[in-house]
C-alpha cells in the first residue's frame, strides 16, 4: 500500500467507497476472513495519504480520505467499535491540525459528516450515537481562520475577480474546494436538522450543547470583555439548538443563564445573543414568564447591566406571548419599567426611559386601553416625548425592537444585523444554506429552522434609493477632463495657501466650547501623535494620555509636528479613567464616547448637539471603550459611514468628530 500516489491512490479509496456503499456486509465479512480491522485499515491508509501528499497534490488524496472515513457505513461499524472510533478521530484530528494551514480540508470534514447524517432516514440516529464526533463538530464550529494568514482572503477575492471575468464558473471551489466558512455552514445545517422529538439526537445535542455552554457560566465581576476563546459562533449554536431545552430543564437553564452568563458577560454582541435565548426559551415555556421579575422589581445586589438586558427580554417576549398571556405580562413589564425611569444609574435609567416610548406605541398597537388609559402613563409619556432629548429616546429603540421569533432562521441567526458594527467578525454568507440540498417533505432530514429569506438585490437597491448610501463605484466622464481644461487656463486667480503662514485665518465664534479629549486606551505612539496634532489644531482645551513618557518616543513627534508643545497634556492612566470622568462630570462636564453601540447618536443626524464642556473619550484601536467605561458615559456618538470598511483609523475619527463639533458651535 506505501507504494500507492495520485490517481491509484485515489482509485483504492473509490473503490473502498463503493464496497461500502453497495456491499457493506461484505466489508464487514472481510476483515473477519483476512482478520484486519477497519481500524487497521484507517491507520494505513492514512499513512499513505501523508506519504503521497509529499510527492503531489494534496488536496485530491485528502478529500479521498476523509470521504472514505466518514462513509456512512464506516461510522455505522465505529458506533460499537471502540478500536475504530479511536482510529478515526486520532486520525480526523491530524487532519484538523494539518487543515489550518491549507485550503478547503475542514470544510471537507464537515461536509463528510453533514453528509452522512443526510444519507438516510436511519443515519441521523448513526451520528448521534457517535459521541466521539462531538469533539469534531465543536473544532468545526469554533474554527476562525488566523488573521495573519491572508492568502486565504486574498485567494478568494481573486477568485471573485475571475468570476466576474468568466461568469458561471466559481473559480475558487473549482481549484480548491469549499470556502472555509463552509466548516460551520454544514454543522450548523446539520444541527438545524435534527429533531427534537427523537430521543437519541435529543441526548446528543444535550451533550454538545452543555459543551459549549458550560465555560460561559464561569464569567465572573470584571472578566475581560475580550477572552480568546469566546466565539460568536458558539452562542449562534445555542441560539439554534434551545429547541432542545426540555420542559424539566427550563427553570435550571434560564437560571444558568441569567444568573451565570448573561450577568457578567461584558461583551454587547455576546449579551444581545443571550438576551434572544432567554427570551427563546421563556416564549416556549411560558409559565417561567416571571422570573425575570426578581431581578428587575427588588434586587438583592443591583446590577445595571443585567437589568438594562431583562428590559429587552421582557420586551421580546411581552411582544411574542399568545393574546391570552399578553395583557397582564405587558402590563406588568411596564409597572416594573416605569420606577426605574428614576434609577439612580444612567444606563438604567436612559434604558428605562426610552423603552417607555415603545411601551406606549405597543400598548397602543395591541389595544391594551388600561394602560394607555393611566394617567401616570399618560404623563410619562407626555414628558418623554416633550424632553429635548426626545430624539435621543426615540433612537436608541434599533436593538429593543428586534423581532426574536421572526428572526428565528438560518438567515437571522447567522446573517442578522446584530452582526454589523462593533468588532469585525466574519459573517456567513446569506445564500450559504440555500445551495445545501432540502428534503422538506422528510420528517427525518428536514430542516426545523426556517431557512429566511437573504436580502436580493432589488431590495439593496430600494434601500439604496431611500438612504441615498452611494455604491462606491466612481465613473470615468470624459467630459471631466474638457472642463478641468477650462478652468486651468481661466485667468481667475487660485486661491493662496495661508497653511504656515500670518495671514490670518477666520475666526470663530466657538470659544466657549470646552473639550477634553481623553486619550488614555490609545497605545500606539503613531495615532497619539495624529491624536494630538489635530486636538491642538481643532482647539482641545485638554489631552489626556496614559502616560506622558509616549511624547519622548520619535514615533509620537514624527506624527505630532511639535503639537505637545501647545497643548495641555495630561497623564491619566487607564485605572483612573473612570474616576476621572466622574469628576470631570461633576464639575459640569458631559462625558461622550466615540463608541458604536445600540444607542449611539449618528453625528449629522437629528438635533443633538456636543454640550459646551465635553469629556470625549476615545476607545483603543482594536475593541473600543470597555463595558465598565460604557455606564460612566452619558452619551455615545459614532460617525456615519457609507462604505464596507469596518471602522476608520482613531486619529481620523477623532478629527471627524472634534471637526463636527466645532461645526456645531459655529453654528455652520
Avoid at 181 to 196: E, G, N, P
Avoid at 434 to 444: T, V
Wanted: glycine content about 6%; some cysteine; overall charge negative.
Amino acid at each position: 500500500m506505501r507504494f500507492l500516489e495520485n490517481e491509484s491512490l485515489l482509485g483504492v479509496l473509490r473503490v473502498i467507497r463503493s464496497i461500502a456503499s453497495r456491499y457493506p456486509q461484505q466489508l464487514h465479512e472481510c476483515q473477519k476472513i483476512h482478520k484486519v480491522g477497519i481500524d487497521s485499515l484507517v491507520s494505513q491508509l492514512w499513512e499513505t495519504v501523508e506519504a503521497a501528499t509529499l510527492r503531489s497534490d494534496y488536496t485530491k488524496a485528502y478529500h479521498g480520505f476523509i470521504k472514505t472515513i466518514f462513509h456512512p457505513t464506516i461510522l455505522a461499524y465505529a458506533v460499537d467499535n471502540q478500536d475504530l472510533q479511536d482510529a478515526l478521530l486520532r486520525v480526523a484530528t491530524e487532519i484538523m491540525k494539518l487543515g489550518a494551514g491549507k485550503r478547503s480540508i475542514r470544510p471537507a470534514i464537515a461536509k463528510a459528516i453533514w453528509k452522512a447524517f443526510l444519507k438516510s432516514p436511519d443515519n441521523p440516529r448513526i451520528i448521534c450515537h457517535s459521541a466521539w464526533l462531538i469533539d469534531l463538530i465543536i473544532e468545526l464550529i469554533d474554527h476562525q481562520q488566523a488573521d495573519s494568514d491572508k492568502d486565504f482572503t486574498v485567494g478568494h477575492s481573486l477568485a471573485v475577480i475571475f468570476d466576474e471575468v468568466e461568469p458561471g464558473t466559481d473559480h475558487y471551489k473549482e481549484y480548491y474546494g469549499d470556502l472555509e466558512i463552509f466548516s460551520q455552514v454544514y454543522m450548523f445545517d446539520m444541527l438545524a436538522r435534527m429533531d427534537a422529538k427523537d430521543p437519541t439526537q435529543v441526548e446528543f445535542v444535550k451533550v454538545l450543547r452543555e459543551r459549549l455552554f458550560a465555560p460561559w457560566t464561569e464569567n465572573f465581576p470584571g472578566i475581560s470583555i475580550w477572552t480568546a476563546w469566546k466565539k460568536h459562533m458558539q452562542l449562534q449554536t445555542l441560539v439554534l439548538l434551545e429547541r432542545f431545552v426540555s420542559p424539566d430543564e427550563a427553570e435550571e437553564f434560564l437560571g444558568r443563564v441569567i444568573n451565570k452568563a448573561l450577568c457578567w458577560e461584558p461583551h454587547p454582541r455576546f449579551r444581545f445573543l443571550f438576551e434572544w435565548i432567554t427570551s427563546l426559551c421563556i416564549l416556549r415555556y411560558p409559565e417561567h414568564r416571571n422570573c425575570l421579575w426578581r431581578h428587575l422589581q427588588n434586587p438583592e445586589e443591583q446590577n445595571p447591566k443585567l437589568q438594562v438586558s431583562l428590559l429587552r427580554v421582557g420586551l421580546m417576549v411581552a411582544r411574542a406571548l399568545p393574546d391570552s398571556l399578553r395583557e397582564e405580562y405587558f402590563t406588568e413589564l411596564v409597572y416594573t419599567a416605569v420606577p426605574l425611569t428614576s434609577n439612580s444609574k444612567v444606563v438604567v435609567r436612559h434604558q428605562a426611559i426610552s423603552m417607555a416610548l415603545e411601551f406606549w406605541e405597543d400598548a397602543d398597537r395591541f389595544s391594551l386601553t388600561n394602560l394607555t388609559s393611566n394617567p401616570l402613563f399618560q404623563r410619562i409619556h407626555e414628558a418623554s416625548t416633550n424632553s429635548s432629548y426626545y430624539k435621543e429616546f426615540k433612537n436608541a429603540k434599533d436593538f429593543r425592537t428586534f423581532d426574536g421569533v421572526r428572526n428565528f432562521t438560518m438567515v437571522g441567526i447567522f446573517s442578522g444585523h446584530y452582526l454589523r458594527g462593533g468588532d469585525e467578525i466574519e459573517i456567513i454568507p446569506e445564500d450559504a444554506f440555500a445551495g445545501l440540498e432540502d428534503f422538506s417533505g422528510e420528517d427525518s432530514r428536514r430542516r426545523w429552522i426556517p431557512l429566511g429569506a437573504p436580502v436580493d438585490a432589488a431590495e439593496a437597491a430600494t434601500e439604496q434609493a431611500v438612504t441615498g448610501l452611494h455604491s462606491g463605484k466612481v465613473n470615468y466622464n470624459p467630459h471631466d477632463a474638457a472642463r478641468l481644461a477650462v478652468l486651468s487656463s481661466s485667468s481667475a486667480l487660485p486661491p493662496l495657501q495661508t497653511k504656515g503662514s500670518d495671514i490670518p485665518i477666520a475666526t470663530t465664534n466657538d470659544e466657549e466650547l470646552e473639550i477634553i479629549l481623553c486619550a488614555s486606551l490609545l497605545d500606539n505612539g503613531f495615532n497619539l501623535g495624529g491624536v494630538s496634532r489635530v486636538s491642538e489644531i481643532m482647539g482641545v482645551k485638554t489631552l489626556t494620555l496614559a502616560s506622558k513618557a509616549v511624547v519622548k518616543t520619535s514615533e509620537f513627534s514624527s506624527v505630532s509636528v511639535h503639537s505637545e508643545s501647545w497643548l495641555d497634556i495630561q497623564e491619566v492612566p487607564i485605572p483612573e479613567i473612570a474616576e476621572y470622568l466622574r469628576g470631570k462630570r461633576s464639575e459640569g462636564y458631559t462625558a461622550v464616547g466615540l463608541e458604536q453601540t445600540d444607542r449611539s447618536i449618528i453625528l449629522g443626524k437629528g438635533e443633538w448637539k456636543f454640550p459646551k464642556k465635553t469629556v470625549l473619550l476615545l476607545g483603543t484601536e482594536k475593541f473600543g471603550i470597555p463595558a465598565e467605561l460604557l455606564g460612566e458615559l452619558d452619551w455615545c456618538v459614532e460617525i456615519p459611514q457609507k462604505g464596507k470598511t469596518r471602522s476608520m483609523n482613531v486619529q481620523t475619527a477623532a478629527a471627524v468628530v472634534l471637526y463636527e463639533a466645532c461645526r456645531q458651535a459655529r453654528g455652520m
